[in-house]
């Protein structure tokens, strides 16, 4: 992994195999024989319902809704690989860091804000089904620990992420 360390329970219970951080680049190493092993979290109804927005062409997501939900469609992409850098997102949608700062204030809107809307929406939609653990969630949502996630969520919704759980 590119950041640095020291690796959090979440991320070695996650990945279950030796993590080393600071190197050059991210990378998933796999033994050959491991890539015909069924994928143990695979949720198809999960899927279903994220891919189509997960998949969209930038050109399909500008046609189909407002620049804040374009930035938010794009921070869903990147959520689970780290931080969504703003850079990267702005390339995507042919501008300037600058440029989508300004442009997202004039909806009103922030980067930053996005980032927090986006793992909002993906945490409830993750929270509602039961097979997802707290843990995971956390991870897929580029918080460092559960902890993190859980102070978070409580900011969003007045209640930890098991609560809302119980209540949704």
Known sequence: MTRPGPVSKAHSSYFDGPIRTGSAQNALVLRAVDLDLPF??????LLAILDPSLTASPGEIEAQSSLPEQVKILIKRRIASGKPE??????????????????????????????????????RHLLADERNHIDEIAFLLGFQDKGSFYRAFRGWEGVTPAAWRRMN
Do not use: T
């Open 40 to 45: 143990a979290g695979h949720n198809p109804d």
């Open 86 to 123: 703003i850079g990267e997102v702005a390339r995507e949608l042919g501008m300037s860091d600058r440029s989508l700062q300004r442009r997202l204030a004039e909806h009103g809107a922030s980067y930053r804000g996005l980032v927090d809307e986006a793992r909002r929406e993906l945490g």
